[in-house]
């Protein structure tokens, strides 16, 4: 059976056959079998669809970090929905946003969860509810997943990005698209039955997908843990973690070198060649991957950073992932020259779509002039080149996107959020560089709209982080009688830069 037939279901299912015995999922000491995994998964599954679960709808998950998220995520898929993650940490605002953009027919949470939802929006189904190692009423013994009438076009996920409009945005991934991205990931990261695979990012982000299902499409142990530093505290050891080069940084830091792991998957940032040799000299004889994605295409590319790498600045992102096609164009779409910069697209199994946004679909996704006739390509808004070796770099972007710790932030929407507030005329969010042992961070200029407004640190970022995720919520303000202009009175970017790159206030 080729690629293009199979879901994520289908793929656990058959490992399950072949390791039904072996460990599936660890955390806090419980564990979980692959058959044990299957069967429970599969009793979530049929309690939504007799709820109105199925293929093409989305069912919202509110759950916390433990064992059970794992069977609620493959509960979801093997209904046939696609599953919108809920972070309850967001503002009310935020959530409810998520809920009327997606429109969930359910939401799968459990008792302790559900009073930091909004009180209105779609039925609740909750997991505590249910025993689930025994089967439900009428579903007699069997165990295994339903037939759902789950097709590998479905979509397998919503997952909503910061919007340059001012709004998040979502986007709907397919099974196809995770299935071809997992099975080579998996490969790249040597996955195999009996690896141990440390799942510490929030399911809000992507790599949550890679941790979970290419872990289990290999039947290796996907372990729960709050956050990655996790494997940094001396008491883990395993075979694959994944995390952002900012943040891993930050943990050998704190760990002062005792990682023990054998394969370590970066992407969300720009690698630094010499965070490279900071991680082989704590961590001898690891194994090194650059990833590069993005939530529009899963992931693209990889780079196995080879032994003796003598590289400077930024590590290459490498090349396609099967399926996957990278092209570095001009304006006109042109192919530039190796060596010569130029935008990144993406082509191969990229998202179907933004949910309900036909116009920014159209415009993200472009027709693929180099692919079969009917193919896409994904604009990514990065600029890169090719080198000498034929590896792509990534070399900045083209427009205001920043990356805070690996997480796409678009300004705008922090703009948007502080031009509402009474006493700010105007206000541009930009991205204060990290350096000095200073991480990155965003930083907000305002310019106030009457002289007795109220444009403390301490208020504005109250009224920031009651609309927005923390990842949105500026660490600094700077208060500005107007904002620096050109001579053609356009904003002075690089003059405000320098503003807001000065020593921290507020």
Known sequence: MSTLRETIPWLVARQVAATPDAPAVLHAGRSLTYRELLDRAGRVARRLMSAGAGPETVVALALPRT??????????????????????????????????????????????????????????????????????????EGGGLPEAGLRPGNPAYLMYTSGSTGTPKGVVITHATVVNGVRELAAVAGLHAGSRMLASSSINFDVSVFEIVAA??????????????????????????????????????????????????????????????????????????????????????????????????????????????????????????????????????????????????????????????????????????RNEDGFLEILGRTDHQVKIRGIRVEPAEVDTVLGTYPGIARAVTML?????????????????????ADLSARTLRRFVADRLPSHLVPAAFVVLDRLPLTPNGKLDMAALSAVVSAPERG
């Open 67 to 140: 064992a059970d998220l794992v069977v609620a995520l493959l509960g979801v898929l093997a209904s046939g929905a696609a599953f919108l993650p809920l972070d309850l940490r967001y503002p009310a605002p935020r959530l409810r946003y998520l809920l009327a953009d997606a429109a969930p027919a359910l939401i799968l949470t459990e008792s302790a969860t559900l009073p930091d939802l909004p009180a209105d929006g779609p039925p609740r189904l909750l997991l505590d509810d249910h025993d689930l190692a025994l089967p439900g009423a009428g579903e007699g």
């Open 216 to 385: 289990l499409t290999a039947g290796a142990v996907v372990e729960v843990v709050r956050d990655v530093f996790a494997a940094g505290d001396g008491n883990w050891a395993g075979d694959v973690l994944h995390t952002v080069p900012s943040v891993f940084a930050e943990m050998l830091a704190q760990s002062g070198g005792k990682i023990d792991v054998a394969t370590v998957f970066f992407a969300g940032e720009v690698l630094p060649a010499a965070l490279v040799a900071r991680v082989r000299d704590a961590v001898p004889g690891v194994r090194v991957v650059n990833a590069y994605g993005q939530t529009e295409s899963f992931y693209a590319t990889t780079y196995t950073v080879p032994d003796g790498f003598a590289g400077v600045g930024g590590v290459p992102i490498g090349t396609p992932l099967r399926n996957m096609r990278a092209y570095v164009l001009d304006p006109g779409l042109g192919p530039v020259p190796p060596g010569a910069p130029g935008e990144l697209y993406v082509g191969g199994m990229v998202a179907r779509c933004y949910h309900g946004r036909p116009g920014l679909t159209a415009e993200r996704f472009v027709a693929d002039p180099f692919g079969p006739p009917g193919r896409r390509m994904y604009r990514t808004g990065d600029l890169a080149r």
């Open 432 to 452: 204060r560089p990290g350096r000095a042992g200073r991480q990155a961070a965003l930083v907000a200029a305002v310019v106030p709209a009457r002289p007795d």
